[in-house]
């Protein structure tokens, strides 16, 4: 099942850059199984997400649910990637709140055992799959809310910024950001590029280099989140939010978020394969692969 959605992954990339500016239409035909939606219902297939689209309103909310952190595993990443598209094609979705069904964790990032001990082949598949996740969400048709409802580490954080406006819980328990250089790793250039567009240049530098991560105040006055509320009001809060969204006309939204992030997202596109062989080379060298397992034993001890 998760190949075949993999598979589908790949042959809808193409399509991506048509669903900018509007030109979504007539893209049903680009998968085999329509996603036809009824007013609050559940269209999912998969367990490790809830996806329910308002026809009513046209705000679907993504709910992850991948025990016991979300973190984003191959198999997930595909899954996320391909409910997204599913709504890009429906159109009478024009917005998404992604949020996460765990209690306490938006998502831990990506899945650090993806990246230890595998396969060159399989850390490639990983990537590409990584890639895909952040090209749909960052170039996406619709209006993108994150309401997020717990911590937020690397790859979370990184999901966060593909979106328009992020609202998070003020909890001073939560953290959010890019911590990548704490586990001796680099975040590579899209991800630096798109904390650079959310934060700022000075701002990001200090926060790449020392792996901050940030409690949600400290998120706001940097300009990481864009709001605070209460947990319990996250959701209908960003409900509320996506309605200034959906005040503005869809094509002049679509076509000024197009003309903002463009130029990022083709960066990573020209350079696509490239970046998958640094990603191989550099997460499969000794001294890397040392460096995840002493992370993933600190967070195994932490518990203990
Ligand atoms: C030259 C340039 C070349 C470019 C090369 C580019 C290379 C770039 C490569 C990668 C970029 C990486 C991006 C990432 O996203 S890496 C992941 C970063 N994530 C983290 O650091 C978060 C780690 N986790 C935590 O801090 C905490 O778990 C928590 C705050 C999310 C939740 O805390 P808590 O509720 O206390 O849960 P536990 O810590 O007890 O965790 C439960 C369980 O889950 C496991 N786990 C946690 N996070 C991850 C993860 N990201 N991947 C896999 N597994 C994870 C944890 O180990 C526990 O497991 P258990 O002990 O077996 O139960």
């Not at 297939?45 to 689209?53: K, N, Y």
């Not at 595993?73 to 599913?86: G, N, Q, Y």
């Not at 990548?180 to 959310?198: C, H, R, S, Y």
């Not at 005040?247 to 076509?255: E, M, T």
Request: charged residues 20%.
């Amino acid at each position: 099942m998760a190949t075949a959605l993999r598979r589908l992954a790949k042959c809808s990339v193409s399509a991506r850059l048509l669903s900018f500016a509007g030109h979504s239409r007539g893209r049903r035909g680009h998968f085999a199984r329509p996603c036809t939606v009824v007013a609050q219902r559940n269209f999912s297939s998969a367990s490790t997400m809830t996806v329910d689209l308002d026809s009513s309103t046209g705000i679907a909310v993504m709910k992850l649910h991948s025990p016991p952190v979300n973190s984003l595993s191959l198999d997930f990443l595909t899954e996320i990637a391909i409910s997204l598209e599913k709504l890009e094609m429906n159109k009478g979705c024009r917005g998404v709140v992604v949020t996460s069904a765990l209690p306490k964790i938006f998502s831990a990032g990506l899945d650090i055992l993806e990246m230890y001990g595998k396969s060159p082949e399989r850390c490639g598949e990983f990537w590409r799959a990584v890639q895909e996740m952040w090209l749909k969400f960052y170039s996406s048709r619709l209006v993108t809310v994150a309401a997020i409802n717990g911590s937020s580490p690397a790859g979370g954080c990184l999901l966060s910024m593909t979106c328009d406006y992020r609202i998070m819980a003020d909890n001073p328990r939560y953290s959010i950001g890019l911590n990548e250089t704490q586990l001796g790793i680099v975040a590579p250039f899209w991800f630096k590029d798109t904390m650079v567009n959310t934060v700022g240049h000075r701002t990001a530098e200090i926060a790449l280099q020392l792996g901050l991560l940030y409690s949600p105040q400290d998120a706001l006055k940097i300009g990481m989140v864009d709001e605070l509320v209460p947990e319990e009001k996250l959701v209908s809060t960003a409900t509320e939010a996506m309605a200034r969204w959906f005040a503005i006309p869809d094509h002049a939204r679509q076509i000024t978020k197009s003309a903002m992030r463009k130029p990022t997202i083709d960066k990573l596109l020209s350079a696509r394969e490239t970046d998958i062989s640094n990603f191989v080379s550099f997460i499969t060298k000794d001294s890397i692969q040392k460096s995840l397992k002493l992370y993933l034993e600190n967070l195994r001890k932490k518990k203990a």
